[in-house]
C-alpha cells in the first residue's frame, strides 16, 4: 500500500462526540455494544439518540419505550409532591411498562433511596433521551411545562436552576463557576419581571452555552 505523508484531520468535535457516546453507553448498559453504537450514530444523524438498547432480550419483554410523554404522564402521577417513595415509583414505572433495568439505572446514577426527590429522578430519567445536558434541560421543560398555547414550553427559572446545578454536579464534567455564570447571565439578561424561562431561551441564544 501506498505510503503518504498527508496528515490526518481530526473533527473538533470528535473529542465530544465520543465523550457522550461513552456516557450515554454507561447509562444503557448494552449487551450488544457494537449493534447499539451503531443505532446510536445512526440516530445521532436525525437528532434523535437511542435511548436504550434494542436487544432481543428487550424485543421479548415487550418493554414501552421511554419518551417525554411518558413521562409525562409520570409527572402528573406524582401530582405535584416533592418526595415520591421508591416503591410507590417503581410500580408506576411498572405500570407504564418501561423497562426495569431503565429504572435501576437511574436509581444507581442518583443514589437514590426510598424517599427519592421525584425532580432529581425526571431530570436523570430525561438524560436517557438527551444525552446532551442542554438537550436533557430541553425535555424536562417540555415535561413540566403547563403552557398549552403552542409556545415554547416554560417553567420558572428558580426550577431551571435547581435542575440545571444538579444535572451538571451527576455530570460532573462542567465546572460550578461556569454553572454559576449562566445562571447569573440567564437570570440577569434573559428572565423577565415573570420568572420564567424558556426552551427558546437557552436553546436559540449564542450567548447561553450550559456546556
Known sequence: MAQTDKP???PPELPKMLKEFAKAAIRAQPQDLIQWGADYFEALCREMPPVRERSEQAALCNWTELTPELLKVLHSQVAGRLIVHAEELSQMWKVVNLPADLFNSVMNVGRFTEEIEWLKFLALACSALGVTITKTLKIVCEVLSCDHNGGS?????STFQFLYTYIAEVDGEISASH???MLNYIEQEVIGPDGIITVNDFTQNPRVRLE
Do not use: K, M
Not at 153 to 157: A, E, Q, S, T
Open 8 to 10: 490526518t484531520c481530526i
Open 153 to 157: 414550553p416554560r417553567i420558572p427559572f
Open 179 to 181: 454553572v454559576s455564570r
